[in-house]
């Protein structure tokens, strides 16, 4: 499967984004797919996911009640919707797969290239 993150771009602090992983293949409803970044000198961190099925969606603490993850099959997309951003979600993001996974931070064997998120304060 291949993955192509788009939808970032600068935004101010409160500010809200949302970003989309479109993926291709006939199979895309058979993968978690788990959003990532990476922020100016830091190592990449997991964000959050949504499992195969959809039926679970875990997200890191600091995003919490802010970010939510949701999946339509029918487009091979996966959303990211941030809101209430703050200048320290600014990275970054990059989307990921893994086939049957449930949305959790490994496991993931293919990935997107990244789309840039700033948050200005």
């Known amino acids: 499967v291949q993955l192509q993150a788009s939808g970032g771009g600068l935004v101010q602090a409160g500010g809200s984004l949302r970003l989309s992983c479109a993926a291709s293949?006939?199979?895309?409803?058979?993968?978690?797919i788990g959003w990532f970044r990476q922020a100016p000198g830091k190592e990449r961190e997991f964000v959050g996911g949504?499992?195969?099925?959809?039926?679970?969606?875990p997200y890191v603490d600091s995003v919490k009640g802010r970010f939510t993850i949701s999946r339509d099959n029918a487009k091979n997309t996966v959303y990211l919707q941030m809101s209430s951003l703050k200048p320290e979600d600014t990275a970054v993001y990059y989307c990921?797969?893994?086939?049957?996974?449930?949305?959790?931070?490994?496991?993931?064997?293919?990935w997107g290239q990244g789309t840039l998120v700033t948050v200005s304060s």
């Open positions: 990921a797969a893994a086939l049957y996974g449930l949305g959790y931070g490994g496991g993931y064997d293919y």
């Open positions: 293949g006939r199979t895309f409803s058979r993968y978690a």
């Open positions: 949504i499992s195969w099925s959809g039926g679970s969606t």
